[in-house]
């Protein structure tokens, strides 16, 4: 079975420049998540759906990032006029959507902000 | 508020010692509590996890941990480190309710092994 598959695994960008990262869940997981994990930090919760509805963005910052998962399948997590701030290894992880089941974590994302 | 709390940052052991890395979580009632591990360039691996009833929890390639509710821990025990042990080792705590299966995170601890 396939595992959680993101891309691309690496992006340097200059502030003020857009990335749109993209993950592909397991399949028949109904529940997506974006993580964000700073350099020598555990992961922080971004946002997460169940099938296509987000369900919790409230640590999401709106005003540059969004994300969608527009068919409850793929997801893509852009971020608009990027920060240094921004650095940081982005995870994408899926689950069965009840409470207690295990997160599959994909490779990540690793964002360097210059 | 849920949170986690992982106190040791950096833990180094020599090769074939025992291991002990701690966690300890803040949570209103009984949680469901994780720890996963991830080795270098690669994303989080589920070592185990814990659901309400026996507290000594067995994992992965010989861990385990053990759920106390008076303490409000999840200590992470092995009895025999190994050199590919080395890894960032993360504790999480979900919610028993709401149906929501999200994991709150530690800042990890850092697993050193020596030879």
């Known amino acids: 079975e396939a595992g959680v598959t993101q891309s691309p695994r690496y992006a340097v960008l200059q502030e003020g420049q857009a990335v749109s990262f993209w993950c592909d869940p397991i399949?028949?997981?109904?529940?997506l998540y974006w993580y964000q994990q700073p350099r020598d930090q555990g992961p922080q919760l971004l946002v997460y759906?169940?099938?296509?509805?987000?369900?919790?963005n409230s640590q999401l910052p709106s005003d540059r990032f969004s994300a969608v998962r527009p068919k409850g399948t793929n997801s893509t997590l852009k971020i608009q006029s990027a920060k240094q701030g921004d650095t940081a290894t982005y995870l994408c992880?899926?689950?069965?959507?009840?409470?207690?089941?295990?997160?599959?974590f994909g490779e990540g994302s690793r964002l360097i902000v210059v | 508020a849920q949170s986690v709390t992982q106190p040791d940052a950096r833990v180094t052991v020599s090769e074939g010692a025992s291991l002990q890395l701690r966690c300890k979580y803040s949570y209103f009632g009984t949680p469901y509590l994780f720890w996963y591990v991830q080795y270098p360039r690669q994303g989080l691996q589920l070592l185990l996890k814990?659901?309400?009833?026996?507290?000594v929890v067995q994992g992965v390639n010989g861990f385990e941990a053990e759920f106390s509710k008076s303490n409000s821990s999840f200590h992470l025990r092995k009895a025999s480190v190994h050199w590919s042990d080395w890894a960032v080792y993360f504790c999480a705590v979900s919610s028993i309710t709401g149906n929501t299966g999200k994991l709150i995170f530690g800042l990890g601890t850092t697993l050193q092994v020596q030879p």
């Open positions: 399949s028949g997981h109904d529940t």
């Open positions: 814990y659901y309400p009833g026996d507290p």
């Open positions: 992880a899926s689950s069965l959507g009840c409470s207690g089941n295990t997160l599959y």
């Open positions: 759906f169940r099938d296509e509805a987000v369900i919790d």
